[in-house]
Nanobody, 127 residues
């Protein structure tokens, strides 16, 4: 059963920007009450956490490689979480996934913390 839906991926030149969206399918989840994580997986590489947002207090984390370039935010009215990606680099090329999990604790990049996952959106950074 599809719970989360990502969109906004595509092909962009190095230095460009994309904004990814993560929405709950048919409002199956109220994302305001969940920790939200963005993960990515490049071909031949392991999945890695990119950014996460804690549902309780809004604490945000970024992996070191995207700090200062990516920004996670949430629009509660639209029940959508965004990942604004600026100054994109070829090494940002990957399939990007959003995930939602219980907000009992601070968000992390431990995939086991997340219960619901989207099917991913592809981001390609290339000239």
């Amino acid at each position: 059963q599809l719970t989360l839906v990502e969109s906004g991926g595509g092909l962009v030149q190095p230095g460009g920007s994309l904004r990814l969206s993560c929405a709950a399918a048919r409002f199956a989840l109220d994302l305001e009450y969940y920790n939200i994580g963005w993960f990515r997986q490049a071909p031949g590489k392991e999945r890695e956490g990119v950014s996460c947002l804690t549902g309780n207090d809004g604490t945000i984390n970024y992996t070191k490689s995207v700090k200062g370039r990516f920004n996670i935010s949430r629009d509660n009215a639209a029940n959508t979480v965004f990942l604004q990606m600026n100054s994109l680099k070829p090494e940002d090329t990957a399939d990007y996934y959003c995930a939602a999990g219980p907000r009992y604790y601070l968000c992390s990049f431990d995939a086991a913390q997340y219960t619901y996952w989207g099917q991913g959106t592809q981001v390609t950074v290339s000239s």
